[in-house]
């Protein structure tokens, strides 16, 4: 029987299109479990893969020893809860309206557990949640189980519900967020070593750490243990503000190694509980680590969070498991934002419909070895709180380029900073004043300027025209 031209383009377009239905339904067959795994107020060098040589993670060290661990990463806002906003949503503080730790805001964006989800992913979430939504509105979060920890807050509650999670019999695959606690316990021990407030549990919540030793046996000072002589002068103005959460401000040196020593010992406890979890983990999966943000660890005499320093900014990222182009690879040049890229990379492994208006990048091609185009800056915000959910409305923006950092806020006589990052890693001499890189100072703040249009953040950079309406005194 003959075939007309007519019939054989049908037929032809049937085969294709069932071809490629085929194609597509066994990309999704092929697609990995996805373990996230979170750990709070970790700086980004708190690895021994990193070179420090004063603790021993070897959890953390096999995830970059399989994978890519990322120089670069920032967090979006250097505190708990707008940070791991950020990330369930891939927005900005400012466009959630969470910048600071607040109990709950309006839902504006949905949740990343929603997308995941609905792409036929059993999804969980065990483990430290401070985000300002209820953990039973299940209808936006979308996590198929959600057992949230902030009751007990001890990580060793938290390794054996993710392993049981692995292991379910499923006929599809998972995404787990296993968030864990530590090294936050640092601030009760700051607050202890301090000599304890009344008002405020000074217990570690995941249990005791061994005697301190004396200073000498403690990690040295960092190199940038002093305060800048030029910094903006809000900082040092702000750690007046809350004593219980900075009660560092008259510690002798010897105190600060001690500090130090204890941050590790409570990195290494959070490396255990994740060496649990990763023991259960087949070879089908794709496991990103990172923290929520870092810890001021000593340096400039900060403790905890919240400045645009690298320090409490900057935040340890790894992308391991399966399809790691080059595993052990260590970017040191791409800049990540932790808050922007880790919604997309996860909806690439997933192969599930993000929302609309994204504007972080995946990190998939970058961790399989494709080629892509990436940014050459990025922004952190901070809001600097003197209580718990309340904002004094100080507020600074921290532009990050290839070569450069610079920071502004919005109120004091020196409000600026720009630190040549080449040369100056620790951020201890402020360019702002010199006049030699009035140049680059204003062209940082040109470009600080056209960041904050794309999303209408109404943040005033000092010597700009800011968001074409305001000239920002310098």
């Known amino acids: 029987m003959k075939t007309n031209r007519r019939e054989y383009l049908v037929a032809s ?51 970059a020893a399989n994978g890519v661990r990322f120089e670069r990463a920032y967090c979006a806002n250097p505190i708990c809860v707008p940070s791991r906003t950020s990330m369930m949503t891939g927005r900005m503080p400012h466009e959630t309206g969470v910048t600071l730790n607040m109990d709950l805001f309006k839902v504006l964006h949905p949740s990343l557990g929603s997308f995941i989800t609905k792409a036929g992913y059993d999804t969980g979430y065990i483990g430290k949640w401070h985000i300002p939504m209820p953990t039973d509105t299940s209808d936006w979060h979308g996590f198929n189980r959600m057992q949230e920890g902030s009751k007990e807050f001890n990580d060793q509650h938290f390794a054996a519900p993710s392993i049981e999670f692995i292991k379910k019999k499923r006929n599809k695959p998972f995404f787990l967020v296993a968030s864990f606690v530590n090294p936050h316990d640092i601030c009760e021990w700051a607050r202890r070593a301090t000599g304890g407030f009344p008002e405020r549990r000074t217990l570690l919540w995941n249990g005791s750490i061994s005697d301190t030793p004396p200073p000498e046996e403690c990690p040295a000072l960092p190199a940038n ?75 400039h005499k900060w403790n905890q969070k919240t400045l645009l320093y690298d320090e409490p900014a900057r935040v340890p990222l790894i992308i391991s498991g399966k399809g790691i182009a080059k595993p052990g690879t260590v970017d040191k040049d791409r800049l990540v934002s932790t808050g922007l890229d880790i919604f997309p990379t996860i909806c690439d492994y997933a192969k599930a419909a993000g929302p609309d208006g994204l504007r972080g990048l995946s990190l998939r091609p970058l961790a399989e070895g494709k080629p892509v185009e990436w940014r050459d800056q990025l922004v952190v915000e901070n809001d600097l709180s003197p209580a718990y959910g309340h904002s004094a409305g100080v507020v600074g923006r921290m532009l990050r380029t290839k070569n450069y950092k610079y920071v502004a806020y919005s109120t004091g006589k020196l409000r600026e900073s720009l630190t040549d990052m080449r040369t100056d890693p620790g951020e201890m001499n402020n360019l702002a004043v010199d006049p030699a890189y009035r140049e680059i100072l204003q062209d940082h703040r040109n470009r600080l300027v056209a960041e904050l249009k794309i999303t209408n953040d109404s943040f005033i950079v000092p010597g700009t025209v800011s968001n074409g309406w305001k000239l920002a005194p310098c």
């Open 13 to 63: 377009t049937l085969a294709i299109a069932a071809g490629l239905a085929s194609a597509a339904g066994k990309a999704k067959e092929n697609r990995p479990n996805i373990l996230w795994i979170i750990t709070d107020q970790q700086v980004a060098d708190g690895m021994s893969c990193t070179g420090n040589p004063n603790l021993n993670t070897p959890a953390m060290d096999s995830l």
């Open 225 to 299: 243990f002093q305060i800048p002589e030029n910094e903006p002068d809000i900082i040092r103005e702000y750690q007046t503000w809350q004593e219980g959460t900075y009660p560092v401000r008259d510690w002798p040196d010897e105190r600060w190694r001690q500090y130090r020593w204890a941050l590790n010992r409570l990195t290494e406890r959070v490396d255990s509980e994740i060496a649990k979890v990763l023991d259960a983990v087949n070879d089908n999966t794709v496991i990103i680590f990172t923290s929520d943000h870092g810890d001021g660890n000593g340096a």
